[in-house]
């Protein structure tokens, strides 16, 4: 059963950092790509982040590029999204997602059920 | 950057279809996946490489791509299906992951 937990959301000030992490199981994480997605409260989703399966691709959306990093241990089953300069604008649930192609297929078939991040003052 | 065109709301009395559409230029060109979210709970691919279904979602779902129009069909429509419905394609010129405005599905 292939299963994805997101940890490390909560409540961070505008300017400052924050790390997301998302605990893969089920399957051999090395042959899948993976995603971070994000829907702000009420709102679509937007993808942010794609990685590899292997980690030498990384892609970005233009809103976080600069200033989110996204990472895998595959040793270690887990995807992580560190997150810095943080504004309201960033205030989301950050869905952890698998992605079937380890060269990245570009669609997501399995989904975390997401981490809420709130930047406020 | 492409842009994916969805309807806000699509309306159905139960047993009836449902047709939502997902509209960009020449979008045959491309793959489209389609999703379903419930209030309150993440997403579930429902519709894979435009017509591909995943395995445990009800025939009752189907899926076509032609021109500049892909489009979700839901045969039959329960109360279950209820939900927001997004397109998604992956833009090979960006390397970038585009979604739908989404749509949502009211079963009246």
């Known amino acids: 059963q292939v299963l994805l937990v997101e940890s490390g959301g909560g409540v961070v000030q505008p300017g400052r950092s924050l790390r997301l992490s998302c605990a893969a199981s089920?399957?051999?994480?090395?042959?899948?790509?993976l995603h971070w997605v994000r829907q702000a409260p009420g709102k679509v989703l937007e993808w942010v982040a794609a990685?590899?399966?292997?980690?030498?691709?990384?892609y970005y959306a233009d809103s976080v590029k600069g200033r989110f990093t996204i990472s895998r241990d595959n040793a270690k089953n887990t995807l992580s999204l560190q997150m810095s300069s943080l504004t309201t604008a960033d205030t989301a649930v950050y869905y952890c997602?698998?992605?079937?192609?380890?060269?990245?297929?570009?669609?997501?078939?399995?989904w975390g059920q997401g981490a809420l991040v709130t930047v406020s003052s | 950057s492409y842009v994916l065109t969805q309807p806000p709301s699509v309306s159905v009395v139960p047993g009836k279809t449902a047709r939502i559409t997902c509209g960009a230029n020449?979008?045959?060109?491309?793959?489209v996946h389609w999703y379903q979210q419930k209030p309150g709970q993440a997403p579930v691919l429902v519709m894979y490489?435009?017509?591909d279904r995943p395995s445990g979602i009800p025939e009752r779902f189907s899926g076509s791509n032609s021109g500049n129009t892909a489009t979700l069909t839901v045969s039959r429509v329960e109360v279950g299906d209820e939900a927001d419905y997004y397109c998604?394609?992956?833009?090979?010129?960006?390397?970038?992951?585009?979604f739908g405005g989404g749509t949502k599905l009211t079963v009246l």
């Open positions: 990685i590899s399966g292997d980690g030498s691709e990384e």
């Open positions: 020449n979008i045959v060109s491309k793959s």
């Open positions: 997602a698998r992605d079937p192609g380890a060269g990245l297929a570009g669609n997501v078939d399995s």
């Open positions: 998604q394609v992956w833009d090979s010129t960006t390397d970038h992951m585009v």
């Open positions: 490489y435009n017509s």
């Open positions: 089920g399957f051999t994480l090395s042959k899948y790509g």
